[in-house]
């Protein structure tokens, strides 16, 4: 089993920044492919940013495109994902996820996928 730690979550007013990490303790980081994901209460968990194994392929969706980049330091077994011009909508409790599927990231979307997950960072983006 995978550890993964998130941090940098926090409480932010809207249009300003944060980045988030995702450290995973295991040395095969380097062969995993990893996401972000974000719920909020009663909805289910939604995917934000998939990066592949080498970091060549990324997804985003639609409401974050121009936002938000990931990615990753495979010398630091570390994901990341800087998130710019944050709006209200993106509260929520963010999870990094992973799995050492080579499907392409567009076919990683849902959380089924997944196999290894974070306890989840607060985003709060205050109006």
């Known amino acids: 089993q995978v550890s993964l730690v998130e941090s940098g979550g926090g409480m932010v007013q809207a249009g300003e920044s944060l980045r988030l990490s995702c450290v995973a303790s295991?040395?095969?980081?380097?062969?995993?492919?990893m996401a972000w994901f974000r719920q909020t209460p009663g909805k289910e968990r939604e995917v934000v940013a998939i990066?592949?194994?080498?970091?060549?392929?990324?997804y985003y969706t639609d409401s974050v495109k121009g936002r938000f980049t990931i990615s990753r330091d495979n010398n630091e077994n570390t994901v990341y994902l800087q998130m710019n011009s944050l709006k209200p909508e993106d509260t929520a409790v963010y999870y990094c996820?992973?799995?050492?599927?080579?499907?392409?990231?567009?076919?990683?979307?849902?959380?089924?996928?997944?196999?290894?997950w974070g306890q989840g960072t607060q985003v709060t983006v205050s109006s």
């Open positions: 996820a992973s799995d050492k599927s080579r499907l392409p990231v567009t076919m990683m979307k849902t959380p089924t996928s997944y196999s290894n």
């Open positions: 295991d040395y095969a980081f380097r062969s995993f492919v």
């Open positions: 990066i592949n194994y080498t970091g060549s392929q990324t």
